[in-house]
């Protein structure tokens, strides 16, 4: 697996559907042993969501690890138990050969995500954001702000991303 790099966007279709943009099908099909099967969850720290395919959870026991460790060594409080629920917590979604996927309602309110959704890569998983959730993030967003913007706009004219 690669990890996850690019944008996309995504308008909510009929019955809740958005699109998997091309740029992470790929690597989430390969990533879930040839199934197209997306992992989404809700981000332990933005209001947005993560998604990614099943070999992620290979690496969940020695994140869990890594995480325990640097919080003892900065004399942090590391709840365990919290952690891995929330690693653990995603949901299996089926999408199709186009990349169309139902967005679980519960999920789609925990991002706050309504008829858009911009798409980011961050390498070992990837993110999706409501744009006015993105646009509220602080200085060092600009990046993502902008091709957000960009990429919203073409929807709005109709082109496919």
């Given at each position: 697996?690669?990890?996850?790099?690019?944008?996309?966007?995504?308008?909510?279709?009929?019955k809740?559907?958005?699109?998997l943009?091309?740029?992470?099908?790929?690597?989430?099909t390969?990533?879930?042993?040839?199934?197209r099967?997306?992992?989404l969850?809700k981000?332990?720290?933005?209001?947005?969501?993560?998604?990614?395919?099943l070999?992620?959870?290979?690496?969940f026991e020695?994140?869990?690890d890594?995480?325990?460790?640097?919080?003892?060594?900065l004399?942090?409080?590391?709840?365990?138990d919290?952690r891995?629920?929330q690693?653990w917590?995603f949901?299996q979604?089926p999408?199709?050969a186009s990349?169309?996927?139902?967005?679980?309602?519960?999920?789609?309110?925990?991002?706050?995500l309504?008829?858009?959704?911009?798409?980011?890569?961050?390498?070992?998983?990837?993110t999706?954001?409501s744009?006015?959730?993105?646009?509220?993030?602080?200085?060092?967003?600009?990046?993502?702000q902008a091709?957000?913007r960009?990429?919203?706009?073409d929807?709005?004219?109709?082109k496919?991303?």
């Amino acid at each position: 697996m690669n990890g996850y790099s690019g944008q996309g966007f995504s308008l909510k279709a009929e019955k809740n559907r958005l699109a998997l943009p091309a740029a992470f099908r790929k690597a989430v099909t390969d990533s879930s042993g040839n199934e197209r099967v997306l992992c989404l969850a809700k981000h332990d720290r933005w209001k947005c969501l993560t998604g990614f395919g099943l070999s992620r959870t290979d690496s969940f026991e020695n994140y869990l690890d890594r995480e325990e460790e640097r919080a003892t060594r900065l004399g942090r409080d590391f709840d365990r138990d919290l952690r891995s629920m929330q690693l653990w917590g995603f949901e299996q979604v089926p999408f199709d050969a186009s990349g169309r996927f139902v967005l679980p309602d519960h999920l789609a309110e925990l991002g706050n995500l309504r008829d858009e959704v911009f798409f980011h890569g961050a390498g070992e998983f990837f993110t999706l954001w409501s744009p006015a959730e993105l646009y509220a993030m602080g200085e060092g967003w600009e990046g993502p702000q902008a091709a957000c913007r960009n990429l919203a706009g073409d929807a709005a004219r109709g082109k496919r991303k």
